[in-house]
């Protein structure tokens, strides 16, 4: 069976220093992993997408995420965190050629001045 | 390019009645859409996948004379949460899969928060 875990429900960081989300995954199949964000009361904004094509993913505003398959990681990050990137972030996972998409529990992102 | 549109934004219904909540693709086509349920604090839970002139199909546990799906056009799909209750207040989002693109990647819409009194 597929599934994606956000590791931490939380994560709580001071504008300017750096930001990791952590997401493992668990697939039978080569997945498509996304990182998604929405803030409080909007739809879900796509950050990056790993399709198999690099394992190093840039995405918008400064995000990135790196594809580790000894780890079945797929770790969000960014150098420095704006009070804007404070939301909810989702590590999604679509496995093979199902279309469904598997949602992580989400983790919330608190900057603080 | 890419966007998914919901209407309404937001609705307040009273308990028995019934609802209608439009999703559409604005500049693609899509042969395929999803609805998903959101609770607050907690994560989107897949309601059911609406194919363009097919049934829905819906997930274990989600009723499906209580949420009337229509996918009746390549841009437009409709939820329909009939006999509204209560415990049905709920932020439902949609997306969208652009099935001309590699990676069948899915579009969401903004949401539609639904409160019934």
């Known amino acids: 069976a597929q599934s994606v875990t956000q590791l931490d429900s939380h994560v709580s960081v001071s504008e300017g220093t750096p930001v990791l989300l952590r997401c493992n995954y668990s697939s039978s199949y080569s997945p498509s992993l996304f990182w998604y964000v929405q803030h409080p009361n909007k739809g879900l904004q796509l950050l990056l997408k790993y399709t198999s094509a690099a394992t190093l993913v840039k995405g918008i505003n400064g995000f990135e995420a790196e594809f580790k398959k000894s780890e079945t990681s797929f770790h969000l990050t960014k150098p420095s965190a704006h009070m804007s990137d404070a939301a909810e972030y989702f590590c999604v996972g679509r496995a093979g050629g199902y279309n469904k998409l598997i949602f992580g529990a989400g983790t919330r992102l608190a900057v603080h001045p | 390019g890419a966007v998914v549109s919901q209407h309404p934004s937001w609705v307040i219904c009273k308990s028995g009645t019934s609802v209608k909540i439009e999703c559409r693709s604005l500049?693609?086509?899509?042969?395929?859409m999803f609805w998903y349920r959101q609770f607050p604090k907690q994560s989107l839970m897949l309601m059911a996948t609406s194919n363009e002139g097919s049934k829905a199909t819906y997930e274990q546990g989600v009723e499906k004379d209580k949420f009337l799906i229509n996918h009746a056009s390549l841009t437009l799909s409709t939820l329909t949460v009939t006999s509204a209750h209560p415990e049905d207040s709920s932020f439902y989002i949609c997306?969208?899969?652009?099935?001309?693109?590699?990676?069948?990647?899915?579009?969401f819409g903004p949401g539609t928060r639904l409160t019934v009194t």
């Open positions: 500049d693609f086509q899509a042969t395929t």
């Open positions: 997306s969208a899969r652009d099935t001309d693109t590699l990676g069948y990647e899915q579009y």
